[in-house]
């Protein structure tokens, strides 16, 4: 059974690793045009953003859950969009939903 | 390596300090949950290694326990990371100098995290060095991957109760504070927000894509409107 695992988990290992060296193979060699370009980091602001989303009702076990956290999320953003320090924020938002847990919400 | 190309991987590390909390608390869990499933230590490590994706690698922990479920591990594997291909295809432009056996070894090292500290970093300053820069985010960042998964095997079950929400919000805090902190032009602060919220829309139209099409809709109607804003200012 450790083999068979083994193998699983090599598989996942190699299907994983297919679909991030082909693309970045493939687009390295192509020229791109301005507009592309533009289209691409338009695209990766976009994905950052959804990973916030799904980082966010990931793991919330009710919707009080999703309330406190909602408040720690503005609260990461105000403080990093002010300091300009991403860990500042981001240990803002942590201490708001540990405080908050703490204290029953 | 020489002093500039060593400067730019240490403020590479620098970055990614962030980036070992986010990753050592998730594989803290990680480690608890293979723990928890029965799996020998070595098992999850591996797949930590080889994987090196977290939101693929719980599933797998949960099915690993039980029999026959090799196909179905692998197949949401592949479903679950197809986000990277997205990812690799839009940093790509940012590597244009490297060799492609460089490329080759980088390409294990793409996270989210990986991928977003270097694409805004690309955004305000972007040359030669920029895989030296990936590379000094991505390395301390899967240290710290590994070693969370060690250290939540092990010492995992001492954490006492009621961190679990605090440690669950990392992740999308410190995504959040980044952008928060990057992002300075005003489209781009725009289509950010609306993707954040056109996720929980797209993701009810096609369960389990929504943050790849969202992508792709979002970042398409941005040029558009771009494009039509542009013709529109220089024809009036």
Same mark, same amino acid.
């Given at each position: 059974?450790?083999?068979?695992? @083994?193998?699983?988990?090599?598989?996942?290992?190699?299907? %994983?690793?297919?679909?991030?060296?082909?693309?970045?193979?493939?687009?390295?060699?192509?020229?791109?045009?301005?507009?592309?370009?533009?289209?691409?980091?338009?695209?990766?602001?976009?994905?950052?953003?959804?990973?916030?989303?799904?980082?966010?009702?990931?793991?919330?076990?009710?919707?009080? %859950?999703?309330?406190?956290?909602?408040?720690?999320?503005?609260?990461?953003?105000?403080?990093?969009?002010?300091?300009?320090?991403?860990? +500042?924020?981001?240990?803002?938002?942590?201490?708001?939903?540990?405080?908050?847990?703490?204290?029953?919400? | 390596?020489?002093?500039?190309?060593?400067?730019?991987?240490?403020?590479?590390?620098?970055?990614?300090?962030?980036?070992?909390?986010?990753?050592?608390?998730?594989?803290?869990?990680?480690?608890?949950?293979?723990?928890?499933?029965?799996?020998?230590?070595?098992?999850?490590?591996?797949?930590?290694?080889?994987?090196?994706?977290?939101?693929?690698?719980?599933?797998?922990?949960?099915?690993?326990?039980?029999?026959?479920?090799?196909?179905?591990?692998?197949?949401?594997?592949?479903?679950?990371?197809?986000?990277?291909?997205?990812?690799?295809?839009?940093?790509?432009?940012?590597?244009?100098?490297?060799?492609?056996?460089?490329?080759?070894?980088?390409?294990?090292? *793409?996270?989210?995290? %990986?991928?977003?500290?270097?694409? *805004?970093?690309?955004?305000?300053?972007?040359?030669?060095?920029?895989? +030296?820069?990936?590379?000094?985010?991505?390395?301390?960042?899967?240290?710290?991957?590994?070693?969370? %998964?060690?250290?939540?095997?092990?010492?995992?079950?001492?954490?006492?109760?009621?961190?679990?929400?605090?440690?669950?919000?990392?992740?999308?805090?410190?995504?959040?504070?980044?952008?928060?902190?990057?992002?300075?032009?005003?489209?781009?602060?725009?289509?950010?927000?609306?993707?954040?919220?056109?996720?929980?829309?797209?993701?009810?139209? @096609?369960?389990?894509?929504?943050?790849?099409?969202?992508?792709?809709?979002?970042?398409?109607?941005?040029?558009?409107?771009?494009?039509?804003?542009?013709?529109?200012?220089?024809?009036?």
């Amino acid at each position: 059974m450790v083999g068979e695992h @083994v193998a699983i988990i090599l598989g996942m290992g190699v299907g %994983t690793y297919v679909l991030r060296v082909v693309p970045l193979l493939l687009a390295h060699r192509l020229t791109l045009t301005p507009r592309m370009i533009r289209w691409f980091q338009f695209l990766s602001f976009s994905i950052i953003s959804s990973f916030v989303w799904f980082g966010f009702v990931k793991g919330a076990s009710s919707l009080d %859950t999703l309330g406190f956290r909602g408040i720690a999320l503005g609260l990461t953003i105000l403080v990093a969009a002010r300091v300009r320090i991403s860990i +500042v924020g981001m240990a803002a938002g942590v201490s708001v939903v540990l405080i908050l847990s703490h204290m029953g919400w | 390596m020489n002093s500039d190309r060593l400067t730019t991987f240490k403020e590479g590390a620098r970055a990614a300090i962030p980036v070992c909390f986010a990753f050592f608390s998730i594989t803290f869990t990680l480690g608890i949950t293979a723990h928890a499933a029965g799996l020998p230590s070595g098992e999850v490590l591996l797949m930590s290694a080889v994987v090196f994706a977290g939101p693929a690698q719980f599933p797998a922990v949960d099915l690993l326990s039980l029999h026959g479920q090799a196909l179905q591990i692998l197949v949401s594997t592949i479903f679950i990371n197809l986000r990277f291909a997205v990812m690799s295809f839009a940093i790509a432009p940012h590597f244009k100098r490297v060799r492609t056996a460089g490329l080759s070894l980088g390409a294990q090292l *793409l996270t989210a995290s %990986t991928f977003a500290v270097s694409f *805004l970093r690309f955004q305000q300053r972007s040359g030669g060095d920029n895989f +030296v820069y990936f590379l000094g985010v991505a390395i301390p960042s899967y240290a710290c991957y590994l070693a969370g %998964t060690v250290a939540g095997y092990y010492f995992g079950v001492g954490i006492p109760s009621g961190f679990d929400e605090g440690i669950q919000f990392i992740f999308p805090a410190y995504l959040a504070a980044l952008l928060a902190s990057e992002l300075r032009e005003r489209q781009t602060v725009v289509v950010a927000g609306v993707a954040f919220l056109t996720t929980p829309v797209i993701e009810g139209l @096609v369960p389990g894509w929504g943050l790849i099409v969202n992508a792709v809709v979002v970042a398409t109607a941005a040029v558009g409107v771009e494009a039509w804003w542009e013709s529109t200012s220089q024809s009036s």
